[in-house]
């Protein structure tokens, strides 16, 4: 098994983590971070996959995704913000406005 | 340098237990502040899998960016929010199952997948720590546009911050 493979397992582990947490949680930070855990498993597969080619793709992807994570940090917080000020709490279900 | 054969399974293997166990955490604890303190834990255990597949540079990003600024800026978003740390918003149990299930099938198939395809196809062998000046280089060759596409978006989501956290227009005419 090539070097690379343990570390795309590892990172579908952690996507699917994150994916439970985001599916099964109901305040907004912790969805939020569940988010980040699935960015995590997400780097993890570019960077082997650079590695595996051996070139320098896969970095320099993994550099443009991890500022989008970044900016996704920042504007991500400034809703949540928002949002717990119009409504007085984090849980998700408070917002059910479109739910028919 | 001549680093013994066992140091680099046991290292990812460290290092993956450590990212695992942490992802764990932000799932299932029950305190907020916990699960983000988790999320430190989480990123440096995926830094060190970064050194370990030769990223030197993006693991030292990952733990000055992500670690340093974004989780700081996580805490403050917890800090400005909670009335109680302990409060939780329960799932209903066939919410639960139901994306237990999905999750569980799409890591089978990424699984199979992996396990099934020729990865001696088109590999190539040799894997080193490639110098930061390369990186560099291809930046602001090859990628050059998204680059300073990057930069502008970092300026618009400062705009946007901002614009989205700025005090309301009731909080104004109630202040003196």
Redesign the interface.
Known sequence: ??????????G???F??????F?????L??M???T??MF?GV??NL??M????????G??F???V??????E???G??????L??RRGT????SWRTMRG | MNTPAWLEPLM?YLF?GV??LS??G??LCGN?VR??LC?LG??GG?AG??F????N??AV??LI??AG??LV??I???M???KSPW?????RRG??VA??A???A??VS??KI?TDVD??A??????QV?PVR??GA??LQ??LV?FEA?SV??LA?LI??AY??RP?PAERTSAP
């Not at chain 1, 098994?1 to 590892?10: I, K, T």
């Open positions: 098994m090539p070097y690379a493979v343990p570390f795309m397992m590892l579908a582990v952690l699917g983590i994150g994916l439970v947490g599916l099964t949680r109901r305040n930070i912790i939020f971070l569940c980040e855990v995590q780097l993890l960077i082997a650079g590695l595996r080619h051996g070139n320098l793709q970095q320099g993994g550099l443009f991890l500022v989008v994570a970044a900016v940090a920042g504007l917080l400034a809703i949540v913000v928002l717990y000020r984090l849980d998700a279900e | 990812f993956a990212a695992l992802a764990l932000i799932v907020i699960s983000a999320l989480t990123l995926v899998l970064y370990l597949m030769f990223a540079l993006l990003i990952q960016v992500y600024g974004t800026l996580i403050f978003g917890v400005l929010t909670s409060v939780r918003f329960a799932a919410e639960i994306s237990c999905v999750v569980a799409l890591f990424l699984c992996l990865w001696s088109g590999a190539t062998g040799s894997a490639v390369d990186i291809v930046l090859d990628y998204p990057a978006l970092l989501v946007g911050a989205l956290a309301q």
